[in-house]
C-alpha cells in the first residue's frame, strides 16, 4: 500500500512539472531564462552563429524589414550601433521602450548584431522593436495581438515571436492570418516543453515552428515536438545583455532568433513573393534526423550561405 502511495505521488509531481513548463494561463507567456556569460571559450559559444552562416555586408539587394515581439531591446548596446530602428510599446503605447527583462535583447543580437564581438545573422536589417513582455517576462494575448496590427501596418517582412501560449486564442489566431495573408512571415518559439506538445503561436498553419538544436546538431531535449517547420541552434549560445555586455542562453526562443536571421539573410538576396517562400527556405535547408520531414526537426535547419561557402 505505501509503495502504491509513492508511486502515485511520483506520477502527480511528473504531471504537475508538465503543467508548469507547458503554462499558458490568463495570457501569461512562457519563454526562455538567461544565464550570464562568464567562463566559457568563445568559440563553443560562437558556433551557431558559424554553423548559420552570416549575410554578406553591404551586399543587400533588398534591406529587410524584421519586427521582434519581445521585452524590448536596448538599443544603446555597442553591437546596435549601426542599425535602424522603429518601436511601438503595445503595453503602454505612449512610453518609449525599456527592455526591463532582458530576453528581446538577447533575440536581437542573435539576429542583427554588426560584429563588435559577435556577428548577428542578417547584417543590418531594418528592426522594429514591439514590446509586448513585461519586466517579468510576462505578457498578455491582447497586447500581442496589438504588436501584431502595428507590424502588419508597417508592412514588415518577418515578425519574430519568441516565446508560446499554452492555449489557442481566437483573437491571436485570427490577426496571424491577417498577418500571413499580407504576406508576411512568422517565426515562432515551438517551446520548451519536454518533448511535449508545440506552443500557440507556432501551432497555427502557417507560422514557421522552430525547435532547438545543440552543437552536434541533435534536437534539444526540452524542445517541443510535433508541429515543427524548421530546426536551428539554440544551445550555448552567446548574445547581447541589456546591460551592454554578453550572455548565454538557451532554448527554442533563440533558435527562433537564428532561423529568423537565416530567413532575413535569404531574402536580402532574392526577395520573396506569397508563393514561394517555403520553396526558397527548404532549398536552402540542411536535412536532420531522420531523413525529410520529421517531427522533431522539421524540414531540418535553414542555413544563410548554402552553396556559396
Not at 14 to 38: F, T
Given at each position: 500500500?505505501?509503495?502504491?502511495?509513492?508511486?502515485?505521488?511520483?506520477?502527480?509531481?511528473?504531471?504537475?512539472?508538465?503543467?508548469?513548463?507547458?503554462?499558458?494561463?490568463?495570457?501569461?507567456?512562457?519563454?526562455?531564462?538567461?544565464?550570464?556569460?562568464?567562463?566559457?571559450?568563445?568559440?563553443?559559444?560562437l558556433w551557431g552563429y558559424k554553423v548559420i552562416g552570416h549575410e554578406k555586408p553591404n551586399n543587400h539587394k533588398n534591406y529587410v524589414k524584421i519586427a521582434i515581439l519581445d521585452s524590448g531591446i536596448n538599443k544603446s548596446h555597442k553591437e546596435f550601433k549601426d542599425l535602424t530602428f522603429y518601436e511601438y510599446n503595445a503595453i503602454k503605447p505612449k512610453k518609449s521602450i525599456e527592455d526591463d527583462y532582458g530576453h528581446g535583447t538577447a533575440i536581437a543580437g542573435i539576429i542583427a548584431a554588426t560584429g563588435e564581438e559577435i556577428k548577428g545573422i542578417s547584417q543590418n536589417p531594418i528592426i522594429y522593436d514591439v514590446k509586448v513582455l513585461n519586466k517579468n517576462g510576462k505578457g498578455k494575448v491582447e497586447d500581442v495581438v496589438k504588436g501584431i496590427k502595428w507590424c502588419i501596418e508597417q508592412k514588415v517582412d518577418i515578425i519574430n515571436i519568441s516565446f508560446g501560449f499554452g492555449k489557442d486564442y481566437d483573437e491571436l489566431r485570427n490577426v496571424i492570418k491577417i498577418a500571413l495573408d499580407n504576406n508576411i512571415t512568422i517565426t515562432a518559439a515551438s517551446g520548451n516543453t519536454l518533448g511535449l506538445t508545440v506552443e500557440y503561436p507556432a501551432k497555427y498553419e502557417g507560422v514557421l515552428s522552430i525547435s532547438s538544436l545543440n552543437e552536434k546538431l541533435k534536437i534539444d531535449p526540452i524542445s517541443a515536438k510535433g508541429k515543427i517547420d524548421f530546426s536551428a541552434p539554440g544551445v550555448n549560445i552567446k548574445t547581447t545583455d541589456i546591460h551592454g555586455g554578453y550572455t548565454k542562453v538557451k532554448g527554442t526562443s533563440f533558435a527562433t532568433a537564428f532561423a529568423t536571421g537565416a530567413i532575413g539573410c535569404l531574402y536580402s538576396k532574392k526577395y520573396k513573393s506569397k508563393e514561394n517562400v517555403h520553396q526558397t527556405l527548404k532549398k536552402n535547408t540542411v536535412d536532420l534526423g531522420k531523413l525529410g520531414y520529421d517531427r522533431e526537426y522539421g524540414n531540418g535547419m535553414i542555413i544563410c550561405n548554402k552553396g556559396e561557402n
Open positions: 500500500m505505501k509503495k502504491s502511495k509513492a508511486l502515485l505521488l511520483f506520477v502527480s509531481c511528473l504531471v504537475i512539472l508538465a503543467i508548469v513548463l507547458c503554462w499558458g494561463l490568463s495570457g501569461d507567456v512562457s519563454e526562455d531564462n538567461s544565464k550570464s556569460y562568464k567562463t566559457e571559450k568563445e568559440k563553443d559559444l
